[in-house]
């Protein structure tokens, strides 16, 4: 069992089973430091471990340090686990909602109670945007179930669909200023800020584009709701009259493509994304669909003064979960009955380049790689 349990340290498989042997070694660790730790006396072990991004090795002799290291990379398995699943399906988006959800909890407890990080990839800061990442990628999952269940363009369904990708944009943009900070702008990859950019790019796009359709295929008993989804009331415009409709649709498709435009530029400008055929497919068809649905609310007799269209109000889902209720779980891995998710040693992430070590081999303990949290590549329409 102990082989076993030190085998999935170092190449743990990206599912439940791995997850569960991970979980196993974490409580175990708690029983040692029970038994044997005290911090009064050293015992002489020394633990030694990689930094996720930068391969730089740190070494400590306290428990604390395995412990917290193990509890990365749950967190980074499950946004692995997450990554993986299908999200053309409710059961896949649901999957992946819990998974983002978990290695949230994971780098949240790490944030609250782990100090004195020696490497950058454990600090507050660096945890802290790990955090905002997961939160984001569950909102777009959460859009990205609305969008799932759209059928005939129907009005509310459009609306949600805005809100909820302007919500996802506003939460990228979060995580973009927390990968900007002082400490974290030079050691963040260049491929994870260019997907966060590309992608508040995107939703914000999506969310001008339903809006649009939500205009042009609305009634007159409709109204209320396609004002309120606004920021502020669209002004000069009686949106009861079909042509000022139109109008602040057309406003809203220009600029959906200007976005989805900056999203392709973003996304052409990195290496890394550019070799994701599948994500320029899904940019590429985004931004046709906008430029569809202009031509075909265009005229060209069109000589009145250019509308502006506000931009949209954000929704929150009432069900999403809390901080608080993420922690909650957290704290029942650490009374030893269920985890989150750790980091496992010498795995490679698809965005974010190689967790492979640099520099000598400190000798005299045990030596793993704390892995790469994943960020999803891929994007739903």
Same mark, same amino acid.
């Given at each position: 069992?102990?082989?076993r349990e030190?085998?999935?340290?170092r190449?743990?498989?990206r599912n439940?089973a ?6 196993e070694?974490?409580n175990?660790?708690y029983f040692l430091? !029970?038994?044997? /730790? *005290?911090l009064?006396? @050293? $015992? ?5 471990w990689y930094?996720? %991004?930068t391969?730089v090795p740190?070494?400590q002799?306290a ?5 917290g290291?193990?509890?990365?990379n ?13 999200r053309?399906t409710?059961t896949?988006?649901?999957?992946a ?6 290695a949230?909890g994971?780098f949240l407890?790490l !944030?609250?109670n /782990? *100090?004195?990080?020696p @490497? $950058?990839?454990m ?5 802290s945007? %790990? ?14 179930k609305v969008i799932l269940?759209m059928q005939n363009n ?10 909820e990708a302007a919500?996802?944009s506003d ?15 030079d050691?963040v990859?260049?491929?994870w800020?260019?997907m966060?950019?590309?992608?508040t790019?995107?939703?914000r796009?999506?969310a001008?584009?339903?809006t ?5 295929d609305?009634s007159?008993?409709?109204i209320k ?15 009861h009259?079909?042509e ?6 057309k406003?809203?498709?220009?600029k ?5 435009e900056?999203a ?7 290496k ?11 940019l590429?068809?985004a ?6 649905k ?6 060209e ?7 502006e269209?506000?931009?949209?109000q954000?929704?929150?889902m009432k069900n ?7 922690l909650?779980e957290?704290f029942?891995l ?6 989150v998710s750790?980091?496992?040693s ?5 965005c974010a380049?190689?967790a492979?070590a ?11 790689t704390?892995?790469?949290?994943t ?5 739903l329409i």
């Amino acid at each position: 069992a102990v082989l076993r349990e030190t085998q999935a340290m170092r190449t743990p498989s990206r599912n439940e089973a791995g997850q569960e042997l991970l979980k196993e070694y974490y409580n175990q660790l708690y029983f040692l430091d !029970q038994r044997f /730790f *005290s911090l009064h006396r @050293s $015992l002489g072990i020394h633990f030694h471990w990689y930094d996720s %991004l930068t391969g730089v090795p740190s070494v400590q002799r306290a428990l604390a340090f395995e412990k917290g290291s193990v509890l990365f990379n749950i967190g980074a398995l499950y946004t692995q686990i997450g990554a993986r699943q299908d999200r053309s399906t409710l059961t896949g988006i649901q999957s992946a909602i819990d998974a983002f959800q978990r290695a949230a909890g994971a780098f949240l407890y790490l !944030q609250e109670n /782990f *100090s004195h990080a020696p @490497s $950058l990839d454990m600090s507050s800061p660096a945890l802290s945007m %790990l955090v905002r990442l997961m939160v984001a990628q569950v909102q777009e999952c959460v859009c990205e179930k609305v969008i799932l269940n759209m059928q005939n363009n129907d009005l509310n369904v459009l609306l949600q669909a805005a809100q909820e990708a302007a919500r996802v944009s506003d939460v990228y943009s979060l995580v973009l200023q927390a990968m900007s900070v002082p400490l974290l702008k030079d050691y963040v990859p260049f491929s994870w800020i260019s997907m966060v950019q590309v992608k508040t790019h995107h939703f914000r796009a999506l969310a001008h584009y339903y809006t649009a359709v939500a205009l042009c295929d609305c009634s007159g008993e409709e109204i209320k709701a396609l004002i309120q989804v606004h920021t502020r009331r669209p002004e000069k415009l009686n949106l009861h009259d079909p042509e000022d409709k139109r109008r602040l649709g057309k406003a809203h498709l220009r600029k959906a493509i200007i976005r989805h435009e900056e999203a392709l530029r973003l996304h052409g400008v990195c290496k890394m994304l550019r070799k994701m055929d599948i994500l320029q497919e899904v940019l590429s068809h985004a931004h046709a669909c906008s430029l569809e649905k202009y031509s075909e609310i265009d005229q060209e007799d069109d000589f009145c003064e250019v509308a502006e269209a506000p931009e949209i109000q954000c929704e929150v889902m009432k069900n999403q979960t809390t901080f608080s209720e993420i922690l909650a779980e957290v704290f029942v891995l650490h009374n030893l009955k269920d985890s989150v998710s750790i980091r496992h040693s010498g795995v490679t992430t698809d965005c974010a380049g190689s967790a492979a070590a640099l520099g000598p081999v400190p000798r005299g303990g045990p030596q793993h790689t704390r892995a790469l949290p994943t960020l999803q590549a891929t994007i739903l329409i």
